[in-house]
């Protein structure tokens, strides 16, 4: 939003000595968290692999060259597309791209009953879908794990109660590891909805309703455009730790499920890894997802700027 | 008033929120064109009646008729009505031609007939270099008039207003009343006011309704109720007014005979019918100050106080009640000092007695 008198900090010189000392906190956690790794990868996608792991100073484009390209078993062929990571690629992308759904699906009701909820209670529901992330990831994928193998519990009880006459099997599925991606991350579809339905002015509905607006239509037309930053960082939140998440299809799936998350993960895993590969590979997952978010900002600041100046 | 088709007709209406009651049996008839305002302080169930009619609030008990028609059952999206909120709820997301637009979208207007219309009413309510702005960029009053434009585009029979203008300044505030009774003198549409400021209520409205504590006390047009109010809620809430004790010596239909502090005694209108102790009322511009052998109350003057156009003097009636007096700021009249004993003229017709 594009409102005016958001001029930066321009004001007088007397805290200004203090910038630097006061931002370098920042300065370094960036440096160090952020640039210095990334830095790192980018280099190391570069290097040549050591067979026990590690790497060997010698540059070489070996690793993307094994990511995009088939030159045979020996490698004396010619070269072909590879399509086996780029396959991994693409499921990832799906299962990740289904797992916002179901989330957003799921978590928009359940932010908007918290947040017409009487303010009183809406911390105790709050802390009601943040007490299981208490638990580690790991247990609570294998717990889920248990409960819906074969002999599980919930096909157990389904069968008990006549609804099954077999077990239906679910671990090592695609549905599995969607379950799980969902179970994981579905609390960062919730929190941001949550937050943005809480500042929405329900006079805004009520304003929609007395101009002839149905209730669809209100919350296509006016709920759901304001409410669209919350759900966009909703999807972002949960849309990229799913497309690298590896608990999930590790635990939960098996060989046909395999995600990129998987993949990179294999790579600096005792002496079978490639270090390189799986920096080359982390770097290409970083590039994509960057590039998908800049196109949206791009597009999101040219509908509000053609809002604006239509 | 049964005659004519009231705009909308208000039979008995109660509203309870659990074991608090809002709205008290409100019985009231609003006629077609007519600007209608519903006065009275914050809590006393102005914009809850206000909701009713607009759909937001379940009625408990009684019956809403818009031009005859029951309107109980129906939601706010299938009420001839549109309302002007009190921070206005401009859509953020929409332009202010797409925020007027609205509810001719729908309606099921098409996109270049609603466009026209909507240039045509932003050019009423001065705002046509504005259209392609979005609400946040334009000013409290602006924001204002997009809402109005809003609601008027479709052309509803009954357009209500739930305190459109207390967040303006002052010289917007005037200003947008001149504007606000031009607009409903120009569209013919019904308008349903509500406002806890007795000044907005007296400028602009053709009657009004006091209301306090879940009831209506009083309607009538504003000089009825200035100068006829019925109870002493009415009489303190419009305007300033003195408020005595007095004793009832003579009741003679809507005339009472009372003793005033000091002996002497005065036949003024009257809203009681019974004897008795009742309070008087009298306003404080509607007396004189006169030599002590006219008068008809004695006072001793506290203070004098200097208001510009007028002067206030604050007195001591015999008997010990304070009195107010104001008196037109003029070189012709004398001045008394604080401490002077001054004779108090009522002007006629200016006290009345009030039924409590």
């Not at chain 1, 020996?74 to 499921?91: H, K, L, M, Q, S």
């Not at chain 1, 929190?191 to 296509?220: G, H, M």
């Not at chain 2, 000044?199 to 000089?223: F, K, N, P, Y």
Request: net charge neutral.
């Amino acid at each position: 939003m594009a409102g005016p008198g958001t001029s930066g900090g321009g004001g007088g010189g007397g805290w200004r000595p203090l910038l630097v000392p006061l931002l370098m906190p920042t300065w370094l956690t960036i440096g160090i968290f952020l640039v210095l790794p990334v830095a790192l990868m980018a280099v190391y996608s570069f290097l040549t692999k050591e067979f026990r792991g590690g790497v060997i100073w010698d540059f070489t484009l070996a690793a993307y060259d094994q990511f995009f390209i088939d030159r045979g078993l020996f490698g004396d062929e010619p070269p072909t597309i590879e399509w086996t990571y780029i396959a991994i690629f693409w499921r990832s992308i799906w299962q990740a791209g289904l797992a916002t759904l179901f989330c957003l699906l799921v978590g928009f009701p359940t932010a908007w009953f918290i947040a017409t909820r009487p303010a009183s209670q809406r911390g105790v529901w709050l802390f009601l879908i943040t007490i299981p992330y208490w638990v580690n990831l790991l247990i609570r994928t294998v717990s889920l794990k248990y409960l819906i193998r074969d002999n599980g519990p919930l096909n157990e009880g389904l069968m008990a109660l006549g609804v099954l006459d077999a077990p239906v099997t679910l671990v090592n599925t695609n549905l599995a590891v969607q379950l799980g991606l969902f179970y994981s991350y579905l609390p960062f579809m919730v929190l941001p909805i949550y937050a943005a339905v809480e500042r929405y002015n329900f006079a805004l509905s009520e304003a929609a309703a007395d101009l002839y607006a149905s209730r669809w239509v209100t919350l296509r037309e006016i709920v759901i455009p304001v409410v669209k930053p919350g759900i966009v960082a909703g999807c972002i939140l949960v849309f990229v730790p799913s497309l690298g998440a590896f608990l999930a299809p590790d635990l939960l799936g098996g060989a046909k499920t395999f995600m990129i998350g998987s993949l990179i993960e294999e790579q600096f895993k005792g002496s079978l890894g490639n270090w390189p590969f799986g920096a080359a590979a982390s770097m290409i997952l970083m590039t994509l997802v960057l590039c998908a978010l800049m196109v949206y900002a791009r597009s999101a600041s040219q509908a509000a700027g053609q809002g604006a100046a239509r | 008033m049964a005659a004519v088709q009231d705009a909308v007709d208000i039979r008995n209406v109660t509203k309870r929120y659990g074991s608090f009651t809002a709205l008290d049996g409100v019985s009231l008839g609003i006629a077609d064109n007519e600007f209608f305002t519903l006065l009275g302080p914050s809590g006393c169930g102005k914009t809850t009646l206000l909701r009713m009619i607009a759909g937001f609030e379940e009625i408990t008990q009684g019956e809403i008729r818009l031009f005859g028609d029951p309107i109980a059952g129906r939601d706010p999206n299938h009420r001839p009505v549109n309302t002007v909120f009190q921070h206005y709820a401009l859509f953020p997301h929409m332009t202010v031609r797409d925020n007027v637009a609205f509810g001719l979208k729908m309606k099921g207007m098409d996109a270049a007939s609603r466009r026209a219309r909507a240039e045509r009413m932003l050019e009423m309510v001065h705002l046509s270099a504005f259209a392609d702005r979005m609400p946040a960029q334009l000013s409290g009053g602006q924001q204002q008039r997009v809402a109005l434009a809003r609601a008027l585009a479709p052309e509803p029979r009954v357009l209500l207003l739930d305190e459109p203008l207390s967040a303006l300044d002052l010289k917007l505030r005037q200003a947008m009343r001149v504007e606000l009774k031009q607009l409903q003198e120009e569209t013919g549409i019904t308008f349903i006011f509500v406002t806890h400021d007795q000044e907005e209520a007296l400028t602009m409205s053709d009657r009004i309704a006091v209301m306090s504590a879940g009831q209506v006390q009083q309607i009538g047009t504003a000089r009825e109720i200035y100068e006829a109010p019925v109870n002493r809620f009415v009489a303190d809430f419009i305007g300033e007014t003195n408020l005595i004790e007095v004793e009832v010596t003579r009741v003679d239909g809507d005339r009472a005979e009372v003793v005033l502090p000091g002996g002497h005694r005065l036949t003024c209108p009257s809203a009681s019918r019974t004897g008795g102790r009742h309070a008087l009322s009298i306003r404080p511009e509607r007396m004189s100050v006169v030599a002590e052998a006219g008068a008809d109350m004695l006072a001793v003057v506290e203070r004098v106080v200097y208001l510009g156009t007028d002067l206030q003097l604050m007195a001591r009636l015999e008997g010990g009640a304070e009195f107010h007096v104001r008196l037109q700021n003029s070189a012709r009249i004398a001045v008394p000092e604080p401490g002077a004993r001054i004779g108090l003229r009522i002007e006629d017709g200016a006290a009345r007695l009030l039924a409590d």
